[in-house]
């Protein structure tokens, strides 16, 4: 560089290290945030494939995963009535046996 290396930016002339570790460093921080937004949507793989069933309540996440459908769709669910949830001070669980009920009523009627 004709500058010694020093201050990349003011030359105009980016350096390929320096641009590798800007774009790295945007990862980073933009990436945990664009893994909750996946997730939170249901399109995230499940880490955990073998969900723990034996649980007698879950959260909304977990939730969405057993039934296999989006928090957005859950939460309609529970806006239709379809599927009941218990509370826990704030927080909105649902017990596997009404997971278990919806989607065995999801079977015989042939909803969604």
């Given at each position: 560089?004709?500058?010694?290396?020093?201050?990349?930016?003011?030359?105009?002339?980016?350096?390929?290290?320096?641009?590798?570790?800007?774009?790295?460093?945007?990862?980073r921080q933009v990436l945990p945030e664009a893994m909750r937004e996946f997730a939170d949507n249901g399109n995230a793989p499940d880490p955990n494939p073998k969900a723990n069933t034996d649980k007698l309540r879950v959260g909304v996440l977990e939730a969405a995963?057993?039934?296999?459908?989006?928090?957005?769709?859950?939460?309609?669910?529970?806006?239709?009535?379809t599927i009941k949830i218990t509370k826990d001070g704030?927080?909105?669980?649902?017990?596997?046996?009404?997971?278990r009920a919806f989607v065995a009523r999801c079977e015989s009627d042939g909803l969604d």
């Amino acid at each position: 560089m004709a500058n010694g290396g020093s201050n990349k930016r003011s030359t105009g002339i980016i350096d390929h290290d320096f641009l590798v570790a800007l774009v790295r460093e945007q990862i980073r921080q933009v990436l945990p945030e664009a893994m909750r937004e996946f997730a939170d949507n249901g399109n995230a793989p499940d880490p955990n494939p073998k969900a723990n069933t034996d649980k007698l309540r879950v959260g909304v996440l977990e939730a969405a995963r057993i039934i296999g459908v989006s928090r957005t769709r859950l939460y309609k669910h529970v806006r239709d009535g379809t599927i009941k949830i218990t509370k826990d001070g704030g927080r909105t669980l649902f017990t596997m046996q009404e997971l278990r009920a919806f989607v065995a009523r999801c079977e015989s009627d042939g909803l969604d």
